[in-house]
T-cell receptor
Framework: SQKIEQNSEALNIQEGKTATLTCNYT??????LQWYRQDPGRGPVFLLL?????KEKRKERLKVTFDTTLKQSLFHITASQPADSATYLC???????????FGAGTTVTVRA | NAGVMQNPRHLVRRRGQEARLRCSPM?????VYWYRQLPEEGLKFMVY????????ESGMPKERFSAEFPKEGPSILRIQQVVRGDSAAYFC??????????????FGQGTRLTVV
């Protein structure tokens, strides 16, 4: 069966450190992988998209890698700030499809 | 440019009642998607609509659930004879292009349905 697994444990880190989140998938062939941020009681907000033929993508303090052999994406928040505290969702999109399949998310708390 | 607007934000219904959730997409967007999020679970796709057309409802339960996106007005997700298991956050997303291939989805703030 298809599965998308993100870090099962919440992540607590010190301000200034790098947070690394994982997204592993089974029985998907994603053409695109997206990362979203979700705050409590709010809708998801798009952060980054990476294509299957891209290894790495950066946007400001965010970095995403995509390894289709390992079937894994890593999401890094560098120089983390308390304002980065949120739940981060990975979402897969297969070719010729438009549905996003989401992981359950990883909650990150950045301590000042 | 207002984002995706959903209302109500919170909805309480008794078992057996009907729930109507509304979604107004972003200006210029003609594609709407509904997702459901249960506590501690990821968002699950329910239905994809364009104006006056249901494109894909493969994620929607066959019974009691229906969706529409009329030519005028918001998209409506309708749940008849609600049961406790329908309690969840329902999110609407919109996009401009056909589907959302390699483009971001813009989500609303969600409607939190509680069935008592």
């Amino acid at each position: 069966s298809q599965k998308i697994e993100q870090n099962s444990e919440a992540l607590n880190i010190q301000e200034g450190k790098t947070a690394t989140l994982t997204c592993n998938y089974t029985n998907y062939s994603p053409a695109y992988l997206q990362w979203y941020r979700q705050d409590p009681g709010r809708g998801p907000v798009f952060l980054l998209l990476i294509r299957e033929n891209e290894k790495e993508k950066r946007k400001e303090r965010l970095k995403v890698t995509f390894d289709t052999t390992l079937k894994q994406s890593l999401f890094h928040i560098t120089a983390s700030q308390p304002a980065d505290s949120a739940t981060y969702l990975c979402a897969l999109e297969e070719s010729n499809d438009y549905k996003l399949s989401f992981g359950a998310g990883t909650t990150v708390t950045v301590r000042a | 440019n207002a984002g995706v607007m959903q209302n109500p934000r919170h909805l309480v219904r008794r078992r057996g009642q009907e729930a109507r959730l509304r979604c107004s997409p972003m200006k210029g967007h003609s594609h709407v998607y509904w997702y459901r999020q249960l506590p501690e679970e990821g968002l699950k796709f329910m239905v994809y609509l364009q104006k006056e057309n249901i494109i894909d409802e493969s994620g929607m339960p066959k019974e009691r659930f229906s969706a529409e996106f009329p030519k005028e007005g918001p998209s409506i997700l309708r749940i008849q004879q609600v049961v406790r298991g329908d309690s969840a956050a329902y999110f609407c997303a919109s996009s401009q292009q056909w589907g959302t291939p390699n483009t971001e989805a813009f989500f609303g703030q969600g409607t939190r349905l509680t069935v008592v």
